[in-house]
């Protein structure tokens, strides 16, 4: 068991907080409005409680489930509060007709917030290949990662495992930005390939 706070009160945020909590984790959500956060708590169950905005989060483990147009300035707005921390980063930095990234080609929406985040942060990419719904459907999916501190990338592993997902290292950084290409892979699957947003991401080994 671990401690996760969850920045953010949206779809992805309460998925991600009502797996947690099945999972045995203390889990905390933190929201602007103070309404809304308890109401997610109560839905939640399992102990979970409300953090404040602006004020340092209880988890080792946080959760930025908040849109890519926000994901930076939340950061910089918490600043030293996040000391110490692991970010999980799970935005999907998307141009409006998701028609491709709406970051530059060499960056990634995870670079951008660790350099606005303290040095003592470490942010893993993760979760922005699953859609909010199929993840809060349950079942074993696979979620892809990266970043650049082995130690956080096996906290947040697992913290994965240990809600029933698998876990697979991607590589490092530079890796996030095709973490994130593939969001508007999947919208586009979801309009042509497949016909609907009801689908996951996975991968098959073959021995």
Known sequence: MSSIS????GGMGRAIGARAVEGGHAVEVIGRDPAKAGELVAALGGGATAGKFGTAPAGDVVILAVPYAGAVPVVA???DALAGKVIVDITNPMKADASGLATPEDTSA?????????????????????FGHILARGGAL????????????????GFISSLGLRPLDAGGPEMAHWLEGTGPLMVSLARHGVGDF????GVSSFS
């Open 6 to 9: 969850i920045i953010g009160l």
């Open 77 to 79: 707005q918490y600043g």
């Open 110 to 130: 995870a670079q951008e917030i660790a350099k606005a985040a303290p040095a003592s942060v470490h942010v893993v990419k993760a979760f922005n290949t699953v």
């Open 142 to 157: 696979d979620v892809l990662l990266a970043g650049d501190d082995a130690r956080a990338k096996a906290s947040v592993s």
């Open 198 to 201: 009801n689908f996951s991401l």
